[in-house]
C-alpha cells in the first residue's frame, strides 16, 4: 500500500492519483463478494498508483513543495514526539510570564540517547490549532525553549529541535513583550551554548520564527518541508503586487531542500516516505529518529571547544558575497 | 519599493492568524516628505520648515523635533568626529546567489540601480571612527539602499565588523535602520540573523562593550538579531521598532493598533531599550557610556 492513511485529501497535483485509487477501492469492494480473484489486478493497479506518485513526487515544483509542507494531514511537531520519544517529560512555562502551548519543551529519551526536545506544534483539531495559536509562538515560547536549552547546557543533554512554524505570532502583546528581543536571544545564547544542538525542519521554517530555534550543529530538513525568509505569498505580494503569484515567488525564493543543501543553509536532507510524510507518518518518524540518534552519538564524540568552533564556523560562513579586487569600490 | 500593498495581507491560502509579510515589516516611507528646494513641510507638525535650518539641526525638524530619516553617509557624518570614518570591507560586494528574477527584472539590475541611487555599494558602511576622540568600530545602516534590507553582504561586513572590535578590544556602535531580512538572497540573507548573533556572542565573551542605536524604521530580522542585542541599546524619538509590520498585526487581530504602537517611547515604556536621545545628543551619549563602562 502506497498509504497508511485512508481518505486522504489529494492535494491539486495528485488528482491523476483518482483514477488508480478508486479503481483499487472498487476492486477491493467486489473481492470481498466474489468468488473471483482480482488479486493480480490489485496488483497492477497499486504498481501504477506507486508509479504515479513516484514521477509525482520526483519532479515536485517549490509551490507543490509548499503544499506538501501544509498539507493538513502532515505529522506534526508532537506526532513525531509520541512516536519516538519515549519517557517524555514536558516543560512548562518560560518562568516569566506564561506557558505557550505553539513551543514545547520537554525531557526524553530518542533511541537511547537523553535529550531535550524544543518542538513547535501547529495543533491537530480547531480546539488544539487554537490552543497552540496555529503554531506561532510568543516571545514566552522562545523564552521557555532558552530556559529548556539552558537545563540541556547544565546536565550535558543534547538539544533536539523540532521546527514547523509559518512565523513567530503577529499580535500586540506578541510585540510588547518583546518577541525580536526573545529571538534574538535564542540565536546569540544557541550559537555558544555547550551542548550538541540539532536541528530538523520538519514542515514550514517560516523565517525568524523559525530560525528562533533552528541555530545548531547540524540542521536538517524534511525532503518536502521548506526553509524561507519570508513566505512566498508574502514574498509574491510584495514582489509580484500580488498574492496570487506565490507560486513564481516560491520558485524564485530557492526554498527546498536540495537548494538549501546548495547553499549550505542545512547539512543534510532526511528522505521522506514515497508521496511524503503524511502518507506514512510511522516511516517518517523512524527516519527522524534515525537522523537525531545517529548525529548526536556523532555530535556527542566532539569534544565541547571543538564543537563550539565548528557551530562558529558553520554559521560564519553563511552567505555569498563578492570580493572585489583589493581595489576600493567606490 | 513602494509601500506593501493592502491585498498582500490576505494573499494565498494561508492558514491560521499569521499573514506573510511579518518579517519585511513596514516599507520605507518615500523621500516625499522631504521635497527638493528651499522649503519642506515637517510630516510631524506641518510646519513649513527653512530646509538649511533643519539640515542644520541634524535633519530634526526644530519646531517639533521630529526626526527625519538620513542616509548612511550623512549619518557618519553626524556621529564621527570630523575626517575619522576609515571605512572597511568595502571590497565586499553583493552576489545574485539565487539568480532571482521578477516582472522581468533582476536582482543584479535592482542592485545597480540601489547603488547609483546611494553611491554606496551596500546597505551597510563599516569601519573605526572617533567618537570625541573615542575610537570605535562603526556600522551605519542606509535606509535608502533597498529600505536597509539585510543580505549577505550586510551581514558579512557586520560580523566582519563585530570581530574587528573583538580582536581589537574596540567599542562597537551600530546604527540600525531596515525593513528587514532582503527577500532576493532567500534564506542567506536569513541566515546572517544567526552568523551576525554567532559573532556578537563571542564579543560578549571577551568582554566588549556593544551600542546599538535603533533609528526608524528598525523591523524584522533586523529587530530580531543584532538590534537587541547590545549591552546597551539606546533609539531616536518616534522609531518605529518592533518585529512583525504593522498591517500584519491589525490584520491578524483585526482591530485597529493603539496609538504609538512599536515606537520607541513604546518600547523604553516595555523594557526593551535603555534611552530615547534626540539625534544631536547621541555623540555625547555614547561617549557617556564608553566612558563609564570603562572601555
Ligand atoms: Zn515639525
Redesign the pocket.
Known amino acids: 500500500m502506497a498509504t497508511d492513511n485512508a481518505n486522504l485529501p489529494l492535494l491539486p497535483f495528485e488528482k491523476k492519483l483518482i483514477h488508480v485509487q478508486r479503481q483499487i477501492a472498487e476492486l477491493e469492494a467486489d473481492q470481498e463478494t466474489s468468488d473471483r480473484d482480482f488479486s493480480a489486478t490489485i496488483q497492477k493497479l497499486r504498481e501504477e498508483e506507486v508509479a504515479i506518485l513516484t514521477e509525482t513526487y520526483d519532479n515536485l515544483t517549490a509551490w507543490e513543495t509548499v503544499q506538501v509542507a501544509r498539507h493538513p494531514a502532515r505529522p506534526l511537531g508532537m506526532d513525531y514526539v509520541d512516536r519516538i520519544v519515549k519517557n517524555f517529560f514536558e516543560l512548562h512555562g518560560d518562568r516569566r510570564f506564561a506557558d505557550d502551548l505553539a513551543m514545547r519543551c520537554g525531557l526524553g529519551q530518542v533511541g537511547t540517547e537523553k535529550v531535550v526536545l524544543i518542538v513547535q506544534h501547529k495543533g491537530h483539531d480547531t480546539k488544539d490549532k487554537i490552543a497552540c495559536n496555529f503554531g506561532c509562538a510568543h516571545p514566552e515560547g522562545y523564552r521557555k525553549a532558552l530556559r529548556a536549552m539552558k537545563l540541556a547546557e547544565k546536565f550535558s543533554l543534547p538539544v533536539v529541535a523540532l521546527i514547523d512554524t509559518q512565523g513567530a505570532y503577529p499580535g500586540i502583546g506578541s510585540e510588547e513583550r518583546g518577541v525580536a528581543e526573545a529571538i534574538a536571544r535564542n540565536l546569540l545564547e544557541m550559537s555558544r551554548l555547550k551542548t550538541p544542538i540539532v536541528c530538523i525542519v520538519i514542515g514550514e521554517g517560516g523565517s525568524g520564527g523559525a530560525l528562533g530555534i533552528g541555530v545548531g550543529d547540524c540542521v536538517a530538513m524534511l525532503q518536502f518541508a521548506y526553509y524561507s525568509v519570508i513566505s512566498p505569498e508574502g514574498c509574491a505580494s510584495i514582489l509580484w503586487k500580488t498574492g496570487e503569484k506565490a507560486p513564481e515567488a516560491a520558485e524564485a525564493l530557492k526554498l527546498t531542500s536540495g537548494h538549501l543543501k546548495e547553499f549550505g543553509v542545512i547539512d543534510d536532507i532526511i528522505t521522506e516516505p514515497l508521496g511524503g510524510a503524511h502518507r506514512r507518518p510511522a516511516d517518517a518518524a523512524t527516519q527522524v529518529e534515525r537522523y537525531i540518534t545517529r548525529t548526536v552519538r556523532q555530535l556527542k564524540r566532539q569534544p565541547i571547544d571543538k564543537l563550539l568552533a565548528d557551530r562558529y564556523q558553520r554559521w560564519r560562513k553563511l552567505g555569498k558575497v563578492l570580493h572585489l579586487d583589493a581595489s576600493p569600490d567606490q | 519599493m513602494a509601500d506593501i500593498p493592502d491585498d498582500m495581507l490576505n494573499g494565498g491560502n494561508v492558514e491560521g492568524p499569521y499573514r506573510p509579510d511579518a518579517f519585511e515589516g513596514p516599507a520605507m516611507r518615500g523621500k516625499k516628505d522631504i521635497p527638493d528646494g528651499l522649503w519642506m513641510r515637517?510630516s510631524?507638525?506641518e510646519?513649513m520648515?527653512y530646509r538649511k535650518q533643519v539640515a542644520e539641526n541634524m535633519e530634526v525638524?526644530p519646531?517639533?523635533q521630529?526626526h527625519f530619516r538620513v542616509g548612511g553617509r550623512q549619518r557618519v557624518d553626524q556621529l564621527a568626529d570630523p575626517e575619522s570614518f576609515a571605512e572597511m570591507f568595502t571590497d565586499i560586494v553583493p552576489a545574485d546567489p539565487l539568480a532571482f528574477e521578477w516582472l522581468g527584472q533582476t536582482y543584479e539590475q535592482r542592485i545597480t540601480k540601489e547603488q547609483e541611487k546611494t553611491g554606496n555599494s551596500e546597505a551597510v558602511l563599516t569601519g573605526t571612527a572617533y567618537i570625541k576622540g573615542r575610537r570605535i568600530a562603526m556600522g551605519i545602516m542606509d535606509g535608502d539602499f533597498l529600505m536597509g534590507s539585510m543580505g549577505s553582504v550586510l551581514g558579512e561586513r557586520l560580523t566582519l565588523l563585530i570581530e574587528h572590535a573583538t580582536e581589537g578590544a574596540l567599542p562597537l556602535v551600530i546604527v540600525c535602520m531596515s525593513g528587514g531580512a532582503r527577500m532576493h538572497e532567500g534564506a542567506l540573507s536569513l541566515m546572517q540573523m544567526g552568523k551576525t548573533s554567532a559573532a556578537l556572542a563571542r564579543l560578549d565573551d571577551a568582554g566588549g562593550l556593544y551600542i546599538s542605536i535603533l533609528a526608524d524604521p528598525t523591523t524584522g530580522g533586523t529587530t530580531a538579531s543584532f538590534a537587541m542585542l547590545a549591552d546597551i541599546i539606546l533609539a531616536e524619538p518616534g522609531a518605529l521598532i518592533g518585529f512583525a509590520g504593522q498591517r500584519v498585526i491589525s490584520n491578524t487581530i483585526r482591530a485597529e493598533l493603539p496609538n504609538g504602537f512599536q515606537r520607541a517611547e513604546f518600547l523604553l515604556e516595555h523594557g526593551f531599550i535603555d534611552h530615547i536621545v534626540p539625534r544631536p545628543d547621541l555623540r555625547s551619549e555614547i561617549a557617556r557610556v564608553i566612558d563609564l563602562c570603562g572601555r
Do not use: I, V
Open positions: 515637517c510631524g507638525c510646519n520648515l525638524c519646531k517639533c521630529h
